[in-house]
Each structure stands twice: as C-alpha cells, then as structure tokens.
C-alpha cells in the first residue's frame, strides 16, 4: 500500500510565523501535491511538483511556497502565517500518467 | 462553470437502496477518472477508477461516456457505512497529471 505521510495531524501557529508542513511517501512517486481544504470550497491546488526540485504553482500559490530537494519529501512552507490561511492541508503523491493519487492523513492547521 | 461539476446533495436513503451519482467535465482532454470517497475530516480515498467500458467493483459500478463528458457512480444495496461525501476526479494526461476535484456529493444512509 501507497503510504503518505504528513508530519504533523493539528498544528496551531500564530499570526506572522513561517510556517512548514513536510509530506513524505514511500512509493517513489515522481509526483507530489498540496491542498488546501475548506467548508464549501472543495480541494483547492496550492502547487505540485513532477520532479525533484520542480514545482509547479496551482490554483491557489499566493502566500505559499514550496521544496521538493529530495523525491520522497514535498515541503509546504507559509511563509508569514495569517489567519485566512487556517485550513485542512492534505499532500498527495502520485506516478505520472493515468494512475490516482494517494493522499495522506492531512494537517488541520490553525493560525491565531 | 467549474471544470468539474457534481450535484452537492445531500442524498438521504435507507438501507439497501440503490444510489446513483453523476458527474461532468469540461476538458475534452481529460484522460483518467476516478472517483474517491471521504469520511468527515478525515483525507479522500480511491475508490475506484473508471473505464470507458465500464466497471464494477462489488455493490459499486462506475461508468464513463467520454462523448457526453459525463461519469458516474452507482451503488447497490446501500449500507450505513457507505454515509460519505463520493468526489468524482477528472486527470489530464501528460507528465505531472494534475488532476481536478469535484467539490463532491454527500450521501447519508439511513437504518
């Protein structure tokens, strides 16, 4: 079984922290993901990364970034935390083409 | 007009209906397409992937119809553990395959 693993399941941070949430799988999946998640607005993409060192920005980046130095690990880092940016953050990984991704437990973090 | 599109629901049923779900995309592109299921507050599983012949797993059948660009998932003799939220998953093809969430559709399974 695909096994992704965040580091962390509740986080809570304050207002202006860098922030890091770092995701590792074990399957040695060239593609790696971060979402965001809140009440009424689905999965939303923040980056994605196809390859060591790639990145990709998604559909949400602004307030993000991201480091992808080894292929197993995927780092989402907010760099000057803020309250709207209290969300479920899952990562995800998966092989390229057709094949699905696998997400982890996800981090309910929250910015006070 | 979102990319991909599911009716939100709630859908209410008592045990051993059968439930259906529908779906549809907008990019003619896609190649891949799944759906997942997620619990409350807990991350999307795969549930299964759909072909375009077509394909069941237990009480589940997926379905796809590439031309009218539409997915969808039936479940057979409901149980109270199917009670989830089911998103349907729409993949582009290519290297980094980012795929696209519908926001999902909430079943609830009643005794």
């Known amino acids: 079984d695909v096994k992704v693993t965040q580091s962390s399941r509740y986080l809570v941070k304050r207002t202006g922290e860098k922030v890091f949430l770092e995701c590792v799988q074990d399957?040695?999946?060239?593609?790696m993901f971060w979402y965001r998640q809140d009440p009424g607005l689905g999965l939303r993409l923040i980056y994605f990364?196809?390859?060591?060192?790639?990145?990709e920005k998604g559909d949400i980046p602004e307030g993000y970034s991201v480091s992808r130095e080894k292929k197993e690990r995927f780092s989402l880092i907010l760099e000057s935390a803020s309250t709207n940016q209290t969300s479920m953050y899952l990562c995800?990984?998966?092989?390229?083409?057709?094949?699905?991704?696998?997400f982890g437990d996800g981090t309910r973090l929250s910015i006070l | 007009r979102k990319e991909v599109e599911q009716d939100p629901g709630p859908f209410n049923v008592p045990e051993g209906a059968t439930v259906a779900f529908n779906c549809t995309y907008s990019?003619?592109?896609?190649?891949?397409f799944f759906w997942y299921r997620q619990d409350c507050r807990k991350e999307p599983k795969l549930l299964m992937s759909?072909?375009?012949s077509g394909n069941e797993d237990g009480r589940f059948t997926a379905q796809l119809n590439r031309a009218s660009q539409y997915i969808s998932l039936l479940i057979r003799d409901s149980k109270l553990s199917d009670s989830a939220t089911y998103l349907c998953?729409?993949?582009?093809?290519?290297?980094?395959?980012?795929?696209?969430f519908g926001d999902g559709t909430t079943l609830t399974v009643k005794p």
């Open positions: 759909v072909y375009s």
């Open positions: 399957m040695d999946h060239e593609n």
């Open positions: 990364s196809y390859d060591v060192k790639m990145k």
């Open positions: 990019n003619s592109a896609s190649q891949s």
């Open positions: 998953v729409v993949k582009e093809g290519g290297r980094a395959g980012k795929s696209t």
């Open positions: 995800a990984s998966s092989s390229p083409g057709g094949q699905p991704q696998h």
